[in-house]
Nanobody, 115 residues
Framework: QVQLVESGGGLVQAGGSLRLSCAASGSIFSRDHMGWYRQAPGKQRDLVAL???????NYADSVKGRFTISRDNAKNTVSLQMNSLKPEDTAVYYCRTWNTFTSSWGQGTQVTVSS
């Protein structure tokens, strides 16, 4: 069983920055992939960024060049640095970790970007 706790959300003006963090506990392995998803009101949950067990990253087109995902396997954490935020980035952001057999989600953290 894996527990994920996100932190770092909040209210920021357009053009500002936020850093989200996700702390994992339980049966976490460095070979697990980790990622961030977001869900805006009335919309589906979409992938924002992921980082594989080998350190490869992938980003949604809408955040490329603005967001950076990183992980610390020793601390079982994954972070998302968000720069040049836009009002359309407003959503609940969820941390996820997964491997071939299991998938776990955090409870989410709200990010609100005002114009």
């Amino acid at each position: 069983q894996v527990q994920l706790v996100e932190s770092g959300g909040g209210l920021v003006q357009a053009g500002g920055s936020l850093r989200l963090s996700c702390a994992a506990s339980g049966s976490i392995f460095s070979r697990d992939h980790m990622g961030w998803y977001r869900q805006a009101p009335g919309k589906q949950r979409d992938l924002v960024a992921l980082i594989t067990s080998g350190g490869s990253t992938n980003y949604a087109d809408s955040v490329k060049g603005r967001f950076t995902i990183s992980r610390d396997n020793a601390k079982n954490t994954v972070s998302l640095q968000m720069n040049s935020l836009k009002p359309e980035d407003t959503a609940v952001y969820y941390c996820r970790t997964w491997n071939t057999f299991t998938s776990s989600w955090g409870q989410g953290t709200q990010v609100t970007v005002s114009s």
